[in-house]
């Protein structure tokens, strides 16, 4: 079974610069969660699907990040204007539904602001 | 509001040395608990988790940890550590009143010494 994909794995832009993270969840995973990890610290959600609706977006900020999950398989995560702040590992997880026990994650986008 | 605690933020063990990493939990939350590793510019693996029954749970890569409901832990344990081990470590507490989320541990950064 493949896993959830992401990409780019690296991204390097200037602050105020836009930027977009792509996610493909497992096959048949009606969930997909964003997370955003700072160094030295624990993944924050910051966004929930299930299929194409938000089910959570109390964590994203919405001045300048925005996600959509159009078809409900595969999701886009972007970030317009970036700050150096948002300099963090982006993950993307999947799972079966919003009641699952376990998410499964992608291997994550390194994102550099300078 | 729920939250897991790693007192431990750094540890340094010998190759070949036992090795605990601790995990606190909110008192009186449904134990679902995950222990995941974090690789050096890898996405999270799973080692282990625990939802009900024996409280000493078994998983990957020879680790294992013991759940006590008394003492609102949840300890990663490994008799011989390898210095393939050398990563970061999360506990992860399902949360799961409304829809089910992670609450991730800030983490506890593991260095093995030859």
């Known amino acids: 079974e493949a896993g959830v994909a992401q990409s780019p794995r690296y991204k390097i832009i200037e602050k105020r610069q836009s930027v977009a993270f792509w996610c493909n969840p497992i096959?048949?995973?009606?969930?997909l969660y964003w997370y955003q990890q700072i160094l030295g610290q624990g993944p924050k959600l910051l966004i929930q699907?299930?299929?194409?609706?938000?089910?959570?977006d109390s964590q994203l900020p919405k001045d300048r990040f925005s996600a959509e999950r159009l078809k409900g398989v595969d999701s886009t995560l972007k970030i317009q204007p970036a700050k150096l702040e948002d300099s963090a590992v982006y993950l993307c997880?999947?799972?079966?539904?919003?009641?699952?026990?376990?998410?499964?994650f992608g291997p994550g986008t390194r994102l550099t602001v300078t | 509001a729920q939250s897991v605690t790693q007192p431990d933020i750094h540890i340094t063990v010998s190759e070949g040395a036992s090795l605990e990493l601790r995990c606190n939990y909110s008192?009186?939350?449904?134990?679902?608990l995950f222990w995941y590793v974090q690789s050096p510019g890898q996405g999270l693996q799973l080692l282990l988790k625990?939802?009900?029954?024996?409280?000493l749970v078994q998983g990957i890569k020879g680790f294992e940890a013991e759940f006590k409901r008394s003492q609102s832990s949840f300890n990663l344990r490994k008799p011989s550590v390898h210095w393939s081990d050398a990563a970061e470590y999360f506990c992860?507490?399902?949360?799961?009143?409304?829809?089910?989320?992670?609450?991730f541990g800030t983490g506890t950064r593991l260095k093995v010494l030859a």
């Open positions: 699907f299930q299929n194409n609706g938000v089910v959570d």
């Open positions: 096959s048949g995973h009606a969930t």
């Open positions: 992860v507490h399902l949360a799961t009143s409304g829809t089910y989320k992670y609450i």
């Open positions: 625990y939802f009900s029954g024996d409280t």
């Open positions: 997880a999947s799972s079966l539904t919003t009641i699952s026990y376990e998410q499964y």
């Open positions: 008192y009186g939350a449904t134990p679902y």
